[in-house]
């Protein structure tokens, strides 16, 4: 798909930004359907600029390079991620912030594309907002009756994170191994939640950890 044009957001109707505010905010919003889309490399400040219907040269004076960019789509994602979270499971169940298509992923796959780019991230990055109350509901999960032992819940919190992180940046390539790669995709990720969801109730007696 082609990216559009200033002139095609004007046939549209769509207003151009105008103004540092919204021209950062509509490059930073385009930049981060880009980077959900694609590995952070193969992304260019010229393609952010023609998705957000704005001038390339106002984007680089405005939001600096494409690192700083990336940056501030992180914040973003992290921002529409905790903001889902205190919406939909603050005090519930935690599986179903691993739905590939949730805010939660969404920050999950473009930090992970970052980080196989090789950019450095800081800690706060690449850290799910609200994890320590995810790992609190984590640690709260009964252990099922047929399990002989339990293990530290954030063990599996990481094993969870790295399900959903793996499908969420490689999802074809993961299923091919198995041949599903044909298989209804709504099917099999409702699989992935309720295997998460197993995953989870395995944390009532802890092994320590240093």
Same mark, same amino acid.
């Given at each position: ?22 021209? !950062?905010?509509? =490059? ?5 359907? %880009?980077? *959900? /889309? ?5 992304? +260019?400040? $010229? ?63 473009? !930090?992970?594309? =970052? ?5 450095? %991230?800081? *800690? /706060? ?5 609200? +994890?320590? $109350? ?75 950890? *240093?």
């Amino acid at each position: 798909m082609s990216e559009p044009s200033d002139a095609a957001a004007s046939r549209s109707g769509m207003p151009r930004p105008e103004g540092r505010h919204e021209v !950062a905010e509509a =490059a930073i919003r385009a930049a981060a359907d %880009l980077f *959900a /889309e694609t590995n952070p490399s193969k992304v +260019t400040v $010229r393609q952010i600029a023609a998705r957000a219907g704005v001038s390339h040269a106002l984007v680089h004076r405005y939001l600096g390079s494409k690192d700083d960019i990336l940056r501030e789509v992180l914040a973003l994602n992290r921002d529409q991620a905790a903001k889902y979270w205190a919406q939909k499971h603050g005090s519930g169940d935690i599986e179903c912030t691993f739905d590939p298509d949730l805010p939660p992923v969404r920050y999950i796959r473009t !930090a992970m594309r =970052a980080a196989l780019d090789g950019v450095k %991230l800081r *800690a /706060e990055d690449m850290r799910l907002p609200h +994890t320590d $109350r995810m790992l609190e509901l984590v640690r709260a999960k009964k252990l099922p009756k047929a399990a002989d032992g339990g293990f530290d819940a954030r063990v599996l919190f990481s094993a969870a994170t790295a399900m959903a992180a793996g499908m969420a940046v490689a999802e074809d390539f993961f299923l091919s191994q198995s041949g599903l790669e044909s298989a209804e995709r709504s099917s099999v990720r409702s699989e992935i939640n309720r295997l998460i969801a197993r995953v989870m109730t395995l944390s009532e007696r802890p092994r320590k950890i *240093a």
